[in-house]
């Protein structure tokens, strides 16, 4: 099963699939690798990035978050103030400290593009080595980077093992057939069934600090992003938006104007200052990757300024429901850009974000399953094709589009009784075969689509 603490992680920008796994995966083989026999032979490390993560890791920030997670950060913990501080120290010194051991490590030799290539099981896979002054491998670690910050060994990946069953769970859900047979069985929305597998895992008191420490990074968030002004890094000269949008906006309502896009102006704000933040590799919430970062704090802060009853407890149910939603996607089908487009990120995550919002409107649990099919039913087919490789075009508005969608989603399910045609486990195999379906190019490769045509202009 997936978990909340799984689903919604908080790290850095830009991509959760190139930045923060990549992280996680360079940290735990730095972790393994200490204890290896015959670590205290190890005279250098080296890492290649295959598939997805050689074509746009640059834009992404793969080779500075390896660096960082060999240096033992963790994605969780990172502070992007000290994150600039090892780097800067790595480049001077060549030399990172494992173990208490100083390795030499030349980041212009040891981190490998390899754009030739294919990776067997994944498209986001990276490989370390560890070898002695003779060259004789040590030790090496093969990862996939399956999204949202989740790592897996290339191993489980190629076996299809990534997902165990977990016994005596209470609600061993793998279909939203199953969520609404089990709510139907015990009486319990999906949001409670989501609680009692939670604490089936730790204690209560752990899960709800969890729940609001993310909805206290969400905010925080969108907030630094309403007020931080600038260019953001990579290149393209994108000049930050939100702090003007949110500037004209205070304007119109000090002069008492309320235009019939106001709202939809709002929404689109929290969403862009989100994936502002995310471009500058500022902290964020995995939700459920980074790509897709500002759709759900967007949807959350629209509803707890403008909906009525939307305290605390409301906000968890939002979030406890919107991870049964996640999960299912990421059980049945990806939440990985490289596997099957931005369907599987900015799509995911409206259909996660229109679930949420239904279910803490007091929608039924028909209602919640069709406003998440909704929400993803008009993004299938979306390619991922960031324009250099960084998370800023066209995926900055997208966020914006997709918690509109979401609101609008949660809007047309609660209108009728939850009765409809296409259901939401019929819509996640669809948008798993169009991922499969879909040339490579148009999945965060920068080979293909706006990407490439921008570049043409």
């Known amino acids: 099963m997936i978990s909340v603490f799984e689903l919604f992680k908080i790290g850095i920008g830009p991509s959760s699939s190139h930045t923060m796994g990549p992280m996680l995966a360079a940290a735990k083989f730095a972790q393994s690798l200490a204890g290896t026999p015959g670590f205290a032979q190890v005279t250098r490390v080296s890492v290649v990035l295959y598939g997805s993560l050689a074509f746009t890791g640059r834009g992404h920030g793969t080779d500075r978050a390896v660096k960082l997670g060999l240096a033992g950060m963790q994605p969780g913990e990172a502070d992007p103030d000290e994150a600039a501080r090892i780097l800067a120290r790595l480049e001077s010194a060549k030399i990172l400290v494992i173990g208490g051991r100083e390795i030499a490590f030349d980041a212009e030799h040891d981190v490998v593009f390899d ?209 049964a939603i996640g999960g299912l996607f990421k059980m049945n089908a990806s939440i990985s850009g490289a596997e099957v487009g931005c369907q599987g990120e900015v799509g995911v995550a409206c259909s996660m974000a229109s679930g949420g919002l239904a279910a803490a409107l007091g929608a039924s649990m028909e209602q919640v399953e069709n406003a998440a099919e909704i929400g993803m039913e008009h993004h299938l087919g979306m390619t991922c094709d960031p324009v250099g490789g960084l998370v800023q075009i066209p995926c900055i508005e997208r966020n914006a589009f997709g918690a509109v969608k979401a609101i609008n989603a949660a809007s047309l399910a609660m209108s009728g009784d939850g009765a409809h045609v296409v259901s939401l486990d019929r819509v996640i195999k669809t948008m798993r075969e169009t991922g499969r379906d879909m040339q490579a190019k148009y999945k965060e490769t920068s080979q293909g689509g706006l990407a490439l045509n921008f570049t043409e202009c």
């Open 115 to 323: 754009f030739l290539t294919k990776p067997p099981s994944h498209p986001n896979t990276l490989a370390f080595t560890a070898v002695c002054s003779d060259g004789r491998e040590i030790a090496q670690e093969r990862w996939c980077s399956v999204g949202g910050g989740f790592v897996v060994p290339e191993a489980e990946v190629a076996a299809g093992e990534i997902y165990a069953e977990v016994e005596g769970l209470p609600y061993p859900y793998r279909s939203a057939a199953d969520l609404l047979e089990m709510a139907h069985k015990s009486g319990l929305s999906i949001a409670q069934m989501v609680w009692e597998n939670e604490v089936f895992w730790r204690p209560a008191a752990e899960v709800e600090a969890h729940l609001d420490r993310v909805l206290e990074v969400m905010m925080a968030c969108v907030d630094r992003g309403m007020r931080t002004e600038g260019i953001l890094p990579g290149g393209l000269n994108v000049r930050r938006r939100a702090p003007a949008l949110k500037a004209r906006l205070a304007v119109a309502m000090g002069q008492n104007a309320n235009p019939g896009m106001a709202f939809l102006d709002r929404v689109s704000l929290y969403a862009i200052a989100v994936n502002e933040e995310n471009a500058s590799g500022s902290r964020v919430v995995t939700a459920p990757t980074n790509g897709a970062a500002g759709v759900i704090p967007a949807v959350l802060r629209y509803f707890r300024d403008e909906c009525a009853d939307a305290g605390r407890e409301k906000m968890h149910e939002f979030l406890l429901t919107a991870t």
